[in-house]
């Protein structure tokens, strides 16, 4: 409707321009007729009365015509005065009207220039100086040339890149499946609630700066350390965890216990390293694709720098355009994460239409969101919430969201559970309960002799068995 208003007024500026011309050629044609008749005027005189000479006939006719053309001057001339503020707005609108719908016009001026225009009708538009300032200012992040993106060394990849099309979905479930039964912790008493996500969009990319997926090989990264991501996000040039997580498309917060991180990084150290990639696609089951072209998981490795383990760092190879300036995305794994704990969605980069979904058992947890899109009623509590379903949907339409903006949901375990958690401990304290070895009929057999437990002759360390079988 937009577009067809601005057709519709630039039909009738363009009618008017054209009204103004037929009128000026009237002008023109009525000067052309009264020359005409004062010629044939004075040549019927001449021939009418036989006394007349033909000098008196070219005499009378210059006469005459010096006078109509006097008289057409001094109107010329007052209307010319009368109208030079209409012309002068006639030529701005054609000015104007030229720029807008004729861009390639624009071609002609250099691109300190354009921002100039740019400025000024910002400045034409908000009339508080301040706020004009506050725009322009907001506007010189985006407002970049491709001279721009070589000359200003302080532009993030980040700010090379744009997002559409972005839909992510998480569903939540509480129980640990098989995938997950190779960690450590105490499956009776689960730290955690598992994820399951699903994240699509399309990337644009404004300048090769920004483009990470120029290698045949693109990495994600899931990092231990909160802060860690915080400082991914945040686009911060401090910090160890870039040096190890560099170039990942995605990057995401793998919140296990220790004892739980360990299994990664033992089986990398040991001569079964190759296991890790086995337990890893197990585990997590990650799912990549790029323009359709499904990614192969190549190498999966516990990111360290100087001593100390960052996360787990995922490397796909796809065969897809390394050269494009545009590609659509899809990635989906899954992952545990402790209970009390947030999930969070971080646009770090402008993004256009953002549709962000959690769906959980409403009867086993509660889920709490906290957005901070900054865009109204389509983001806030009320409008996204169906509580009695146990989701959380936030669908924006035609608009962009800016960094740092995002979603953050706050798990924890339904109250009910807690309560009833906390009263089985009460009854049954596992600390106060001691058995007498003489009671168990078992401790009477005869007992096995331990197996001795198989070591890693490189690091002398025993190797953890992930399953019963023995396998890892």
Partial sequence: MANENKVNDHDAKQQKRINKQNKKLGYILLYVGVFVLIVLGEVFLFFSDPNTSLMDLLKDTVGNLMGVLAAFLVFDVAHEWMSKESYASEISEQI????????????????????VFVNAFIGSIVKDKDAAEMIENHLDTYLLTPEDFKQKPNLTAGDCRIKTAFSYRFVLETERTQAFQTLRSDAKKDPYFYVQEELNYTVKYLDQKGNNMNSEFVKIGLIYDNGGLDAFLRSSKNGEEREVFKNCIFREILDIVPEDKAIFRELQDSEHSGELIKLAHRMFRPHLTIDRTKGELYNVEV??????????????????????????????????????????????????????SISYNEDAMDVEMYSFLNKGDASSYDNTLEEENGVYSIALSNEWVYPMSGTVFFVRKDYRIREKEEVMRDIQPEENIKENPEDKPEAKAEEKPEEPKKTDTASGKPLVRANGDGSF
């Avoid at 796809?318 to 969605?345: C, G, Y």
């Fill in 96 to 115: 104007l009207d030229t720029l807008m719908y004729h861009p390639e016009a624009m071609e002609l001026y250099e691109n300190d220039q354009k921002k």
């Fill in 303 to 356: 990111g360290n720098y100087k001593g100390r383990d960052y996360g787990l760092l995922f490397t796909f190879k796809v065969a897809h355009d390394q050269n494009a300036t545009e590609h659509d995305v899809s990635l989906i794994f899954h992952m545990p994460k402790r209970w009390d704990s947030i999930i969070e969605v971080a646009l770090v980069e402008p993004t256009k239409d953002p549709q962000i």
